[in-house]
């Protein structure tokens, strides 16, 4: 029973982890005007590498999250998790 709680809390950190890449990969650049006289605007761009790492952490927080809880239901109901 100690195992499914263990893998829920690694859901979670890995869930938080995730979250703070997504907004780690996120830096606003200035963009020049277009035309001659036009004000500079400001945009979003995004560090692959981050993006990339941020999936990963997410893909891992869910299988963890199914993982964890599979394995709690089935120990609630006296089965072996398979």
């Not at 979250?19 to 400001?42: K, M, N, R, S």
């Not at 963890?64 to 394995?71: E, H, Q, S």
């Given at each position: 029973?100690?195992?499914?709680?263990?893998?829920?809390?690694?859901?979670?950190?890995?869930?938080?982890?995730?979250?703070?890449?997504?907004?780690?990969?996120?830096?606003?650049?200035?963009?020049?005007?277009i035309?001659?006289?036009?004000?500079?605007?400001?945009?979003?761009?995004?560090?692959?590498?981050?993006?990339?790492?941020?999936?990963?952490?997410?893909?891992?927080?869910?299988?963890?999250?199914?993982?964890?809880?599979?394995?709690?239901?089935?120990?609630?109901?006296g089965?072996?998790?398979s």
């Amino acid at each position: 029973m100690k195992r499914p709680i263990i893998e829920l809390v690694a859901a979670v950190v890995a869930a938080a982890a995730a979250v703070w890449c997504w907004f780690g990969a996120q830096t606003t650049v200035t963009v020049a005007p277009i035309l001659p006289g036009e004000p500079q605007t400001t945009s979003i761009a995004y560090s692959p590498p981050m993006l990339v790492l941020m999936l990963l952490l997410a893909t891992v927080a869910g299988v963890l999250a199914v993982v964890g809880l599979t394995g709690l239901i089935a120990g609630r109901r006296g089965d072996s998790p398979s």
